[in-house]
């Protein structure tokens, strides 16, 4: 019975299959339309695909044409192919730009950017990318309600960045390349002022700028030690209570005995 059964199931999968492929080779566009809305519905996305590119070929300028453009880009996020959902979306906007459907397919088109952003250990060119598009939405929607939605994202994705350029400061601080700690820690400081690891980078900007300075040609040292001790006034300032104060003290007496 169970042999049975699972050659009926066969049957029925190659006798659909035969259907869809006869609809697929066939001229009736209607029916074309009426399988891929059934398929869409179903979530056979992978099927309807084709169908849709069939009917938006066909009469690209109709109400059947439209819907057909938006439901292959929604096909192709629901499958998670992002950068095909992220083309066909754009596409979409800029193929029917009095569409009513124009906010969510702008929103998807955004969402698919953010879905192809990688881990922060990797190249963040996508992520600034995506960055941008989200805040493309919002400048497009201001009133939309998927704004506070957005602003999370943009959140979200500004992190990413910011373990990036912080893992920078840390690489170069452990490999002893002091004059790139020091100027990654600057850039880190600069772009993202209110990070919680601002206080430690502040600190590793302290401890290679000295380094730097006693470990440069006599041109250079006289210049770096003065910047040194600068840092070291304003590292203070900022956080007096801070756990590296000591070791920041302690840099402080090293280069006071440097002078003597």
């Known amino acids: 019975m169970k042999k049975i059964g699972f050659a009926f199931t066969i049957l029925v999968f190659l006798i659909g299959c035969s259907g869809y492929n006869k609809i697929v080779k066939g001229d009736d566009y209607q029916q074309k339309f009426e399988l891929a809305n059934k398929l869409y ?24 044409g439209e819907l057909a453009y938006y439901r292959l880009a929604k096909s192709y996020f629901e499958i998670e192919d992002f950068y095909m959902s992220s083309y066909y979306f754009g596409q979409f906007i800029q193929r029917y730009p009095y569409s009513p459907k124009n906010e969510e397919a702008y929103f998807l088109m955004a969402l698919s950017s953010v879905k192809n952003s990688p881990e922060y250990s990797l190249d963040q060119t996508e992520t600034e990318g995506s960055i941008n598009t989200v805040q493309q939405f919002i400048d497009r929607y201001p009133n939309s309600n998927l704004v506070d939605s957005c602003n999370r994202v943009i959140d979200r994705l500004r992190f990413k960045l910011e373990l990036k350029e912080y893992d920078h400061v840390k690489l170069y601080d452990k490999t002893e390349n002091y004059r790139a700690a020091v100027t990654a820690g600057e850039i880190f400081i600069e772009n993202f002022s209110k990070s919680k690891f ?35 006034t304003n590292f203070v300032v900022l956080y007096p209570n801070s756990n590296y104060l000591r070791e920041v003290k302690s840099i402080e007496s090293k280069l006071n005995q440097s002078k003597q």
């Open 41 to 64: 519905e179903e979530k056979d996305f992978n099927r309807c695909i084709v169908l849709y590119e069939q009917i938006y070929q066909h009469s690209p300028k109709t109400g059947e």
């Open 198 to 232: 601002c206080e430690e980078v502040y600190y590793l900007i302290v401890k290679n700028s000295y380094q730097l300075s006693i470990n440069s040609i006599e041109s250079k040292k006289v210049e770096r030690i003065e910047k040194t001790w600068e840092r070291i």
